[in-house]
């Protein structure tokens, strides 16, 4: 059963731009971790987020936890191309983990 | 750092070979995953387990068994490998207990012809 909605599922844009990636669920999560992915490889963690309200930066990537812990969203400020890969979010419920589909970013140069 | 390492990155079989997959932690983590990733159906999970030699069905696990005979080892095993299963498969692995944070191996492609 797939909890989390991730949007947008593509996004391509250009360097120095601005977007942000939203995961939306109707149930609630005791955590949300996001995760980034390049192709071939595992996805490697960027954030855990825990409390309700909870934001979180790192660097030019700010992560936000909703104030239900039902939905989160990253914001990404004047986009590199290293910031190109594929962003999955995924919530904690009990012991099990719930993810999201992705979001398939590329930064054009 | 928590590491979780995947011991074949890239694998080709033949329809009908037995396949095994190991995955090792470093963290002295309970529980331990395998998942499936394909394009457009996500992360689907395999089986899991909490504990050594203790295993629970995910989502998918036809046509996959698994093994746990030590605590840092969680081996994925095909017992005859089909072309459905080509996929990329990845382990991971967590601290016991509700919610904590979720490691990933690098990952196996494997390709069944």
């Not at chain 1, 909605?5 to 250009?14: A, N, R, T, V």
């Amino acid at each position: 059963t797939q909890l989390l909605e991730q949007s947008p599922q593509f996004l391509s844009i250009q360097e120095g731009e601005n977007l942000t990636v939203y995961c939306n669920s109707s149930s609630v999560f005791s955590s949300l971790q996001w995760y980034r992915q390049e192709p071939g490889e595992g996805p490697v963690l960027l954030v855990t987020v825990v409390t309700g309200g909870e934001v979180k930066k790192l660097k030019r990537l700010t992560f936000q936890f909703g104030d239900a812990r039902k939905d989160s969203s990253l914001h990404i400020t004047a986009a590199q191309p290293g910031d190109t890969g594929l962003y999955l979010c995924a919530g904690a419920a009990g012991n099990q983990f719930y993810f999201g589909t992705g979001t398939s970013l590329t930064v054009i140069p | 750092d928590v590491k979780v390492t995947q011991s074949s990155r890239y694998l080709v079989k033949r329809t009908g070979e037995k396949v095994f997959l190991e995955c090792v932690q470093d963290m002295d983590h309970e529980n331990m995953f395998w998942y499936r990733q394909d394009p457009g159906l996500g992360l689907r999970l395999i089986y899991f387990s909490y504990d050594v030699k203790m295993k629970e069905k995910g989502d998918i696990p036809e046509g996959y068994s698994v093994s746990r005979e030590k605590k840092e080892r969680f081996s994925l095993i095909l017992e005859s490998a089909s072309t459905n299963q080509t996929s990329m498969y990845l382990c991971a692995s967590k601290v016991g207990g509700a919610g904590n944070t979720i490691y990933f191996g690098e990952g196996s492609w494997l390709t069944v012809v």
